[in-house]
């Protein structure tokens, strides 16, 4: 077994690469052929998240497993529905609480494609200054002999060329893969960078590009097989599609060893916020909402059910609301719908 099965990962620790030496060592290509030789050695230890609260899911569920049906096109921006209830309240709060949306699907599956849409972002802080806080909206899978990854956009990321300097603070897209190898794709530096880091003890092989995201506008998202080496591994690459204007953006690949399976029947749809140096309390964290399209395989042919759930419960804030073919999160929101 190359790992663990699925298991959730706070993200915002990314910038926390004090974790010890991963041992090993794996070639990180950039654009251009530069390559560097990085540790990067993919263990399967990591803590999960605590699950909290369990939603059943409601009318954007996504029908029964197995469902051929194509998925409804997303829902227009801030179309109206009944929010679910604000989570409950940590002891000392002092974060967003995370948001979670376990996805099942009938079989293990080849690729995964969504669509998401922002429908609130945060103020944008100063360039030079440290925001109050930021999100992360990913999508997290796993493949059938444990290899993790995730795949989404951030806003008030701190991009650097060089790594994590925290300047400026910007709308990027993450891309994160517990491989082998990583290949930047069309965005060349310095607007893009391949690094390494660590979550919950495991080696990521990470890209990172600058990608001006715009609220109220659907992005289809798409994981997959690029291509195969005669030893059997796997190039996985990602994509991201302006729907709108219908332009789609290859972020990169990443090398998969032999043996690895298919994408396994666990995903999970996540917003959360990222941990800057210091805990600022509930009163300084801003409203976001976010809308995740049920994910597709196989030209959209297979699809699976949904189920809800708060993680790392923290401030009494986040909420659920069903739509058809779409779920939302929001986070910290205020009690009236």
């Not at 893969?177 to 960078?193: K, S, Y």
């Not at 509930?282 to 196989?298: N, Y």
């Amino acid at each position: 077994m190359l790992g663990a099965c699925h298991e959730d990962v706070r993200l915002g620790g990314w910038h926390d690469s004090s974790a010890g030496s991963l041992g090993g060592s794996s070639a990180v290509t950039g654009a251009g052929g530069a390559t560097a030789t990085l540790s990067a050695a993919v263990t399967s230890s990591g803590a999960v998240s605590s699950t909290n609260t369990t939603t059943d899911g409601g009318p954007g569920a996504g029908g029964a497993a197995g469902d051929t049906s194509v998925p409804p096109p997303l829902p227009a921006c801030l179309a109206p529905a009944t929010p679910g209830a604000l989570n409950t309240a940590a002891q000392d709060p002092v974060l967003p609480t995370e948001l979670a949306t376990n996805w099942t699907w009938p079989e293990a599956v080849p690729s995964m494609q969504w669509e998401l849409m922002v429908e609130r972002d945060v103020v944008d802080a100063p360039a030079t200054a440290v925001p109050e806080i930021g999100y992360y909206y990913t999508h997290q899978f796993s493949f059938q002999e444990g290899i993790r990854g995730f795949l989404g956009i951030q806003a008030e990321g701190g991009y650097s060329a060089q790594g994590y300097q925290g300047d400026p603070w910007t709308k990027i897209a993450v891309f994160w893969l517990a491989a082998e190898d990583a290949e930047l794709g069309e965005i060349a530096p310095p607007n893009a960078r391949v690094g390494m880091d660590t979550a919950n003890g495991v080696g990521y092989l990470t890209i990172h590009a600058r990608f001006d995201w715009e609220v109220c506008r659907i992005y289809r998202f798409r994981f997959g097989p690029e291509s195969e080496l005669s030893d059997g591994r796997i190039w996985y690459g990602a994509w991201i599609e302006d729907v709108e204007a219908g332009v789609e953006t290859f972020l990169g690949r990443m090398l998969v060893p032999a043996g690895a399976g298919m994408l396994d029947t666990l995903s999970t749809s996540r917003t959360y916020s990222i941990d800057f140096m210091s805990a600022r309390g509930c009163q300084f964290a801003q409203h976001a909402s976010v809308l995740f399209g049920t994910p597709s395989s196989e030209d959209g042919l297979v699809r699976p059910t949904q189920q809800t759930r708060f993680t790392e419960l923290d401030c009494a804030s986040s909420r659920f609301s069903f739509l058809e073919g779409a779920i939302r999160h929001e986070i910290m929101s205020s009690p009236e719908p």
